[in-house]
Each structure stands twice: as structure tokens, then as C-alpha cells.
């Protein structure tokens, strides 16, 4: 039955029932349009097209089966040593990028504590330096100045008679003059170099 049948068919029976007639009007035929040459291939072809034949499976013998059992098991066996081999690189190159980002991490903390370090090796520095003051002002302390004989009579007759010229007096150069102490803008400064 066609497609207009069918719809024929039910609307009589919805008529029936309803005992009311409803016209459908019939549609017209549309106009075809022209197609070219072209367009009208591809029609033809998907009409044209066979069906698929289902292919009859091949016989095999058992030596056959055994042979592509043991090439499936030599196959499988490379691609499980080739699946290991990349996996070990990618974990080597993994580790490696641990370390760089490891490496930029401790670069970037040093430089972020580096002031720090300064501050303690200047807090270190200064202690030294107080240690010798305190060193070179204890040495001056013990130098106690010589204490001249006491000359008697009995003494000074023997010493005139093998005294010598007085010692030349030697002039001490002249001390250096003090220098400012540093800020501590400058002792950073110098120990920046370091």
C-alpha cells in the first residue's frame, strides 16, 4: 500500500466515527528542479550501489593458528618492552625536571634569604671586630713603662765613668689621621664585594 492509501484509509475512519467529512486537499506535484548533470550522478549512484557481500571465513589449519599465536605472543612481548623502555625515559626526563624546578626553587630561596646571611655575617663581623679592640686595648694596658734605676751615689760615680752619649731622641712619625667611621650604608657596601 502506498502512502496515500494509508492515509486514506484512516482519515475514512476517523470519519466514520465522527461522521463528519474532512476534505485534504491534495497536494500538488512539485516541480521538480532542474538538476545538472552533476547532481543527478550521485543519485544514481546510491541506487545503483550493491550490497555488501559477507565474506566466508577463512579456514585455517592448526599449524596456521599456532604460528599466529606465537607471532601475537612475539608481538605482544616488543610492544610490552617498547611500553617499558618509554616509560622508564619519561620518568628519567620527569626526575630531570624535578631537579631544574628543585634548582630554581633553592636559587630563588637563597636570593631571598641572602639579606639575612648579610645581616648575620655583618652581626659576626662586628663581634670580631669588638674582640680585637678589646685585644689591642688589653695590650696597651700591659705595656707598663719601663722603670729607670734609681740612681744612688755609689752608682753614679761608676756611671759617669762609662757613660755614654745620651740616645739620639727618634721622632715617631707623625699618627695617621682618624677616619671617619663608616655607616652602616657603607660597611654594606664594602662587604657587598666580598
Known amino acids: 500500500m502506498s502512502e496515500e492509501e494509508i492515509k486514506?484509509?484512516?482519515?475514512?475512519?476517523?470519519?466514520?466515527?465522527?461522521?463528519?467529512?474532512?476534505?485534504?486537499?491534495e497536494e500538488a506535484p512539485e516541480p521538480e528542479p532542474a538538476l545538472s548533470p552533476i547532481a543527478e550522478e550521485p543519485e544514481k549512484k546510491i541506487k545503483e550501489s550493491k550490497p555488501k557481500k559477507e565474506r566466508k571465513k577463512r579456514v585455517m589449519t592448526e599449524e596456521q593458528k599456532e604460528k599466529l599465536r606465537a607471532q601475537l605472543a612475539i608481538g605482544r612481548a616488543t610492544s610490552l618492552a617498547k611500553r617499558r623502555k618509554k616509560a622508564q625515559l619519561k620518568k628519567i626526563e620527569?626526575?630531570?625536571?624535578?631537579?631544574?624546578?628543585?634548582?630554581?626553587?633553592?636559587?630563588?630561596?637563597?636570593?631571598?634569604?641572602?639579606?639575612?646571611?648579610?645581616?648575620s655575617e655583618n652581626e659576626s663581623l662586628k663581634k670580631q671586630l669588638e674582640e680585637l679592640?678589646?685585644?689591642?686595648?688589653?695590650?696597651?694596658?700591659?705595656?707598663v713603662p719601663v722603670e729607670k734605676k734609681v740612681k744612688t751615689a755609689a752608682t753614679v760615680d761608676s756611671d759617669d765613668e762609662v757613660s755614654a752619649p745620651p740616645p739620639k731622641k727618634v721622632h715617631a712619625p707623625p699618627a695617621p689621621p682618624?677616619?671617619?667611621e663608616l655607616t652602616a650604608k657603607q660597611k654594606m657596601k664594602m662587604l657587598r664585594g666580598l
Open 8 to 25: 486514506n484509509e484512516i482519515f475514512e475512519k476517523i470519519d466514520e466515527k465522527a461522521d463528519v467529512k474532512v476534505e485534504i486537499p
Open 94 to 119: 620527569k626526575e630531570e625536571k624535578c631537579k631544574a624546578d628543585d634548582e630554581k626553587i633553592y636559587k630563588a630561596l637563597k636570593e631571598k634569604l641572602k639579606p639575612d646571611e648579610l645581616k
Open 133 to 143: 679592640k678589646l685585644e689591642l686595648s688589653s695590650k696597651k694596658e700591659r705595656k
Open 178 to 180: 682618624k677616619k671617619k
